[in-house]
Structure formats: C-alpha cells, structure tokens
C-alpha cells in the first residue's frame, strides 16, 4: 500500500495540512461563516436521510421476520397435511373395528379376552383420533396466527417501503439544493477534473489532473505527477467474512445545534469523539484493518460490504479535500476532519459532494451501485481508511462499541 500511502500522503501536503507540523483544530478548520440557510439544508438532511435509514430498517426486519413466518408456514401447513392423514388412517381402522369387533378365525381365543382386546383396540383408536384432531385444531390456529401476523408485517412493509421512496427522494431534492446553494456562494462553481475542457479522466496523468485542480481553483490539494502506478486495491479480491454490522446505521442523537445566533455548528474535536463515531455506511465488514490479502500485503483499513444503493455518510463533521474518480480507480473522496484526521473512501457509485464543502456528522456524501440482484456475490464494497497525520489508523479502534457489535 505504499503508493496508495503516497498518493493521500501528497494530497494533504498540497493543500496545507503538514503532517508533522502543528495539527489543525477543529475549531480553525471548522468553526467559519456559512449561510444559513446551508446549515439549516444540512440539518435537514441529516434528519431526513436518518429518518430513510430508520424506515429502511423497518423494512428490512419486518422481511426477515416474514420469511421466518413463511418457514413456519410450510413446516405447519406440512403438519397439518400429514395429521389429516393419519386421522383418515385412524378412524378407518376405528371403523371397521367397530363393525367387525371379533377377530378372524385363525386368532380367536376365549370369546371373554376377544372381546376385551376389541374394545382395548377400539378405546386406542378412539383415543388417537381424539388426540390427533386436538393436535390438527391446535396447528390450525398457530397457522391463523402466522397468517394474521404476516398480514400486518406485509402491510408494514409496504408502508415503509412507501415512506423509503419519499424520503429517498426528498434526501435527493436536498442534496441538489445543498449543492446548488453551495455553488452560488462560491465564485468558481465546481466541475469534476475529468469534465474539464472535454478530456476524460483516463487520458489524463496525473500532471495534467493536478494543473487542471489548480487552474479551476476547486481545491488546494491533489495527487502529484509522479506517481505512475495503480493503488494497490482491489474491490473484486475482497471476501465477505468478518463482523455483521445491523442492516442500516442506528438511531443517534440528533445533530450538535448552534448557540443561538449562529450559523454554523459548534466545533467537536475529532479526538474527544473516540468510541463515538459511526460507519460511513451500513452493512459487514468483510475485511479489517491489518489483514494480509492475497499478496501479503496488511489491509491499512477496512472493507464493508453493503446493500445495493446504501447511502454513504459523513463519520464526523469535516470538510472535503478531493471528490472525484481518478483513472481505473473509480470515485474517491478524502474527509478532512481536522486534529490531523482525515477519512478516505473509495467504491462509491456516486459522490453528492463538492470539493472546499463543509460537512456534519451523518450527512450523506454519496451511494453505493445499484446491483441487482442483490446476491452476497454482488453486493457493493466500501473501502474505508482513517488516518492521523497521513499514519493509518484502525478505525474499529474509533468506533462506537455498540456498532461494533458482532
């Protein structure tokens, strides 16, 4: 990973952060006049984006709870059948004891102990009927149960998955009109490097990248010319064992406010926020920090593997050094959190965020690919590093220890 070490280290080098110098705060990186309409959008966002996670979880456990119903279903239903059966059986038999009570010639003994065994046949098979009819009455009433019970979580689902749709499409509307205010309020509106003068990404090196940064004046960071060769990551080479995270980001506290007559959040030092933070996105973590791959090098973060279409936020409030893809390496986006951290992602989809913007904590920056199906084989992966001082660091180490729940 020593280009990859290269690549972020000379990053953050050109737009200022030294390494090894004094550490930003949080509060002269942070702590600035934005409008504040911006800040209230962001609110806003976080709020609905959290409210859509909610939502989602709801459905998502109320599926898992119908398809266990469903099991439940066929294995009663199976019962059921078989107990039917065997009723038939019995009561035939009680039948046509009944009707013949005195055994065959070849079996006849005393008359007194033949007609003892008959009705000691006949009390069994009355006794087993009655047993299994009780038992049958019993299943059918556990499945009525089941039935009622599906019946609410399917309507639960489809409320949810109705109020998913709206809150995914108001978090969109959000996103667009954060941007679009964000551009107003800067001179140089944003314009990914690729898009730049008609030239694609793939064509460029990385010299022309970083002259192109500069010249449209989207940020004060970027990779350096020299580096020729490809980060060693490798999305398709990442497996799926490792820590089961819940299917969508919990519930937390609602967003730090400002004092009253501010625009802008109060600055929180990443550093007091150890054990606090959350994953940038929801789903299991496939790969940790310092495991060898295949070519023994050490994994220098973590991968998580996410639904189709996850929303991908902000762990802690930061600001955006680089939000675009570069070469075959797809999107990449680096956080600036401030106190020397900083955050990559790569394997994002879509990046909703601009290069210079401000962040809060859970405030979405992107998507995960759409996949479809969503089998565990195609399933979307996140790459996610933190770093202090260009140095990467465990980020299981910094999370929340009710999210590191197995």
């Excluded at 800067?186 to 002259?211: C, F, I, M, W």
């Excluded at 064992?241 to 969508?248: D, T, V």
Aim: hydrophobic share 35%; net charge positive; glycine share 4%.
């Amino acid at each position: 990973m020593k280009t990859l070490d290269l690549f972020i280290f000379r990053i953050l080098m050109l737009t200022g952060i030294v390494f090894f110098s004094i550490p930003l705060k949080a509060s002269e990186t942070f702590v600035k006049k934005v409008p504040k309409e911006l800040y209230q959008i962001q609110q806003e966002l976080i709020y609905t984006a959290r409210s859509e996670g909610q939502h989602e979880t709801l459905v998502a456990l109320a599926q898992k709870r119908i398809d266990s119903m469903n099991e439940e279903i066929l294995e009663i239903s199976e019962d059921i059948s078989l107990l039917r059966t065997q009723i038939s059986i019995l009561t035939m038999a009680l039948t046509s004891v009944s009707r013949r009570p005195t055994p065959l010639v070849a079996f006849r003994s005393s008359p007194a102990l033949s007609k003892t065994r008959s009705i000691n046949l006949i009390g069994f098979l009355t006794s087993e009927v009655s047993d299994k009819t009780l038992l049958l009455k019993t299943q059918k009433l556990k499945l009525r149960g089941l039935e009622e019970v599906m019946s609410r979580e399917l309507r639960k689902v489809i409320e949810s998955s109705r109020e998913v749709k709206s809150l995914h499409e108001k978090v969109n509307h959000l996103i667009e009109q954060k941007n679009r205010l964000w551009k107003n309020s800067h001179s140089t509106s944003y314009k990914r490097p690729h898009q730049q003068n008609g030239v694609k990404a793939s064509s460029l090196t990385l010299k022309d990248l970083l002259e192109q940064l500069k010249k449209n004046r989207i940020q004060k960071a970027t990779v350096i010319a020299s580096l020729t060769s490809k980060l060693p990551y490798d999305l398709n080479s990442l497996n799926n064992r490792g820590i089961e995270f819940p299917f969508l980001l919990p519930r937390h506290s609602k967003p730090r406010r400002a004092h009253k007559g501010d625009n802008i959040p109060q600055a929180s030092s990443f550093m007091a926020n150890k054990l606090k933070l959350k994953l940038p996105v929801a789903g299991k973590i496939s790969q940790i920090f310092g495991e060898v791959d295949k070519i023994g090098l050490r994994k220098k973060g973590i991968t998580i593997t996410t639904n189709p279409g996850a929303r991908v936020s902000s762990t802690f409030d930061g600001k955006v050094l680089y939000a675009s893809d570069f070469r075959d390496y797809g999107l990449i986006l680096i956080i600036d959190h401030g106190d020397g951290f900083n955050t990559l992602l790569i394997g994002l989809d879509r990046i909703d965020v601009q290069i210079d913007q401000n962040l809060l904590e859970g405030e979405p920056v992107g998507a995960m690919a759409n996949t479809s199906p969503p089998s565990t084989s195609s399933k979307p992966k996140l790459y996610f590093e933190l770093r202090q001082y260009g140095k990467p660091i465990d980020p299981l180490k910094w999370l929340s220890p009710k999210r590191n729940a197995t």
